[in-house]
T-cell receptor
């Protein structure tokens, strides 16, 4: 069974600072997704990482995937208030009943002025 | 606005009621999903349809009954639900399923409350 661990689960940071969210997973997967969820809203796809060493950047967010270490990171550069949300990583893995996304617990990010 | 449309947005029902949740997408996607999300928790997969056939049922109780009438529509029929079934129910779609190389697009969800 694929297990996904995100840390930190809660992150409070000041505007302008940098920080990294980590996503570790337990079994082999070469495909991983990052999603954002605002309170009371749906999930928005941020990044699709499909191979070892993949790096994607969009604005102040950059995601990477190291399949050998079973680790993905989401790096935040010069945070702004609009980035406040919950971020989920979700590797794609094969389970007994079939292939699917398995979501981490989520990192609740609050960016303070 | 999302390209996956879910109705209703909110639903309150008693434990003896029967109701249905609906999901529609017009992106030509051939895989559709139901997830359940409790407050402050990640989404949990319930069902996957691939090319209109049920391919994954995550041991969901029979009081939840999915239906995929065509490639654009996905329903979730509800009957005799329990208070612990109160949650946000999310529908998602993707171009294909088994390979997992395309992102899933999520609807806004139906917030379900069981009295």
């Amino acid at each position: 069974e694929l297990k996904v661990e995100q840390n930190p689960l809660f992150l409070s940071m000041q505007e302008g600072k940098n920080y990294t969210i980590y996503c570790n997973y337990s079994t082999t997967s070469d495909r991983l997704y990052w999603y954002r969820q605002d309170p009371g809203k749906s999930l928005e796809s941020l990044f699709v990482l499909l191979s070892n060493g993949a790096v994607k950047q969009e604005g102040r967010l950059m995601a990477s995937l190291d399949t050998k270490a079973r680790l993905s990171t989401l790096h935040i550069t010069a945070a702004v208030h609009d980035l406040s949300a919950t971020y989920f990583c979700a590797p794609w893995g094969l389970e007994t009943s079939g292939s699917r996304l398995t979501f981490g617990e989520g990192t609740q990010l609050t960016v303070n002025p | 606005d999302t390209e996956v449309t879910q109705t209703p947005k909110h639903l309150v029902m008693g434990m003896t009621n029967k109701k249905s949740l609906k999901c529609e997408q017009h992106m030509g996607h051939r895989a559709m999903y139901w997830y359940k999300q409790k407050a402050k928790k990640p989404p949990e997969l319930m069902f996957v349809y691939s090319y209109e056939k049920l391919s994954i049922n995550e041991s969901v109780p029979s009081r939840f009954s999915p239906e995929c009438p065509n490639s654009s529509l996905l329903n979730l029929h509800l009957h005799a639900l329990q208070p612990e079934d109160s949650a946000l129910y999310l529908c998602a779609s993707s171009q294909g399923h088994p390979q997992g190389r395309q992102p899933q697009h999520f609807g806004d969800g139906t917030r379900l409350s069981i009295l």
